[in-house]
């Protein structure tokens, strides 16, 4: 059996950037590096796996990855390019613990993984930016 104990110092940087759709070509870098947050947070990752089998031919897994919580605040976001002035309130993003377990197996010629990680992420706002477009869900309650 080996087990793994990983302690980590994670960077988390958020975004907060929203643009009317006819807005889009006026879209500027430094507006989007302008809504970015970054937050520093120590973090923790246990794994263990075992080999099976009468020749150690089939390896069991699991790891739980990130196993303190936290929640990291977005800013009020402005929306760019509206005549209105509108302002879409900040959230939170969480950053929760995951779990995945995995089963492998493994001779002179196959070898054959499978895995499975049960975890939803949630969070209160999200971003995408693609191709210098931004698009955004509505605050979930």
Do not use: C
Request: glycine share 8%.
């Amino acid at each position: 059996m080996a087990i793994g104990v990983t302690p980590k110092l994670q960077t988390i940087e958020t975004y907060h950037y929203i643009t009317e759709m006819d807005n889009e070509d006026d879209i500027e870098t430094s507006d989007i590096e302008d809504s970015r947050a970054t937050y520093s947070h120590i973090n923790l990752d246990i794994g263990a796996s075992m080999r099976l089998g009468e020749h150690n031919q089939w390896m069991v897994g699991v790891v739980a990855k990130n196993l303190i919580s936290k929640d990291f605040d977005l800013s009020d976001a402005p929306v760019r390019g509206s005549s209105n002035n509108l302002v879409v309130e900040g959230g939170t993003v969480s950053l929760k613990p995951q779990f995945r377990a995995g089963v492998s197996y493994s001779n002179n010629w196959l070898i054959n993984s499978s895995g499975v990680a049960p975890t939803t992420i949630q969070s209160r706002s999200l971003i995408g930016i693609l191709s210098n477009r931004s698009r955004t869900a509505p605050p979930t309650k």
